[in-house]
């Protein structure tokens, strides 16, 4: 049964039938939006297919399938729409076909989704296939063991494995789990498709590293050059990758593949290498400072001929995302993130020029037309879902194409996000979102949930989140202030480098002065009623406020961490605390001492719902523990949540949908 099809016939019986009064969200609805994925422009310009994932909560589950549409938002169609996934798929370069992935493999069909061939078919898998331009080689990734030369070596190791009667494991080195995989042997290598004879290669065999990188990687750390003569990926050479950050770019020659060449040269991260149309530059981002996940990223530009390295972006104050060319080369489209949104950039490679593009909205997955007359992306806000849309570059305007939840977001209330300023420690201008509930009334006190974001190197934006949905708290009634205090990106990177070594500082003087100055200011809030809630950072700051206010009714504190040093030898990623705390807990106890929530247990009396995933790897679920038993000891009322099959994040719909039951109850008992 397919859940979209299925869906879209009932809303547009809705649609048809007397409008009716407008409601507030239920979280049913939030899982019943479908989530646009990857997305690919047709050559011509002219269609756009794109991955969209419905869920099913009765079985718990989502499906993805490929749609199609005119880039003028008509003749929307499906392209692959089984029970089974078919994700992200990639348009030939001739225009003719369609890459996509099913089934563990990659497959190519017609645009009218007809004619299939099994592009791959090997036992460890392929995903996140791209096409050269002659359109003759592929690359994709499969997770294999390094030192297999053959596809037969891959399974008959897993066989061994999964029939050995014993499962214990013997670890000789750091970052053995990430998130919430236990890595084992395998890695994750780029292989060269021949797309003639269907030949792969294995161009990382015997290699230790992992591309795309294990962390601060993605899609993008891979591509062939304009020739298809050149492949550019991303990995990191260090053996010790629990406290390197050191990810490199390497280029390879197609005729020479033995042949590997090093072109990055900072201490810290290097990735998303992108070709000049022309062939003659690679860009790629940079990041100068080893060891430091949020650093700067610079826009490095790589002559292929001199070999010479330049930073282009240097005298901005700007942290460069994802970078496309203008087909004429002129220009660079990046997004970067600029207070609440992530908006669009274009930076004149002549001049030196860098023009604000486009600024409202969290815009991602930019891609440019063959006539670099059109940009494709992705577009969320707090009040609509992702959708695809299209902006002219020479200022003709921005156009909506697809409208997938357009029914359904049509029958709910949403209050635009609005936003205000206060004064933070040092006299520093701290910016923080707030949105009424829905049907508000100001002549009405409305309690009011204060959230604090993850990270902490991140930022509240103006998006729809999936699991931490400004909206749906909204949707209870209740007004959500949500700050972006010191650590936050979108600010500068002074502003984001000033919580490092100073996690309970500086950033709990902007937040608590930001929840002073909403009570204050906006006379609809029930200063009696006020809530706060937050993860992973955010719940160590949760931790933080409990032993050292009594602002709030209650507190939520999901996948936070606790006890400073204990999380520093349970988490995976090592160079994170060692550069926040600058340095190991026996090189610096003062520090991870001064700033550990557990240290001021005596002054805990805030009622507090703890919640935890046991598959959570960067905040292993000892730090709910811990947390837990002190409250209990201390007579704090509290409650713990436990989720054994979920990790950093809630992901399962019947999961998520305790999640919010568990949250608003919590907060309802505790109502004055």
Partial sequence: MKYFVHFISFLLFISQVNAQQKRAMTVEDMWAMKRIGAFDVSPDGKTIAFAATSFNLESNKGNSDIWLVDSDGKNLRALKNSDANESNPKF??????????YKGQIWQCS????NDVQLTNIYTGASGFVWSNDGKFGLFVSSVYPDCTTQECNEQKDKTADESKVKAKIITELMYRSWNDWRGEKRSHLFLLNLQNKEVTDLMQGNLSDCPPVDLGGHWDYTFSPDGNEIALTMNPDKNLAISTNNEIFIINKNSLNEIKKISRSAGSDNQPVYSPDGNYIAFRSMARAGFEADKQSLMFYNRSTGELRNITEKLDISVGEVVWSPDEKYIYYSAANEIYNSVYRFDIASGINLLFLKEGINTDLKISADGETIFFKRQRSTMPAEIFALKTNGGGITKITNINKYLTAQLEFNEPETFWSEGAEKAKVQSIIIKPPFFDAKKKYPMIFLIHGGPQ????????????AQMFAAKGYVVVATNPRGSTGYGQKFTDDISG???????TDLMNAYDYALANYKFIDPLNTFAAGASYGGYMINWIEGHTERFNALVCHDGVFNLESMWGTTEELWFPEWEFNGTPWKNRAMYERWSPHRFADNFKTPMLVVHGALDFRVAEGQAMELFSTLQRKNVPSKFLYFPDEFHFVVKPQNALLWWKTVFEWFDQYKK
């Fill in 502 to 508: 100073d996690w309970g500082g500086k950033v709990y």
């Fill in 92 to 101: 030939s370069p001739d225009g003719k076909s369609i890459a996509y992935e």
């Fill in 458 to 469: 991140g930022h509240w934006s103006d998006d729809f989140h999936y699991r931490w949905n």
């Fill in 111 to 114: 645009l009218e989704g007809k």
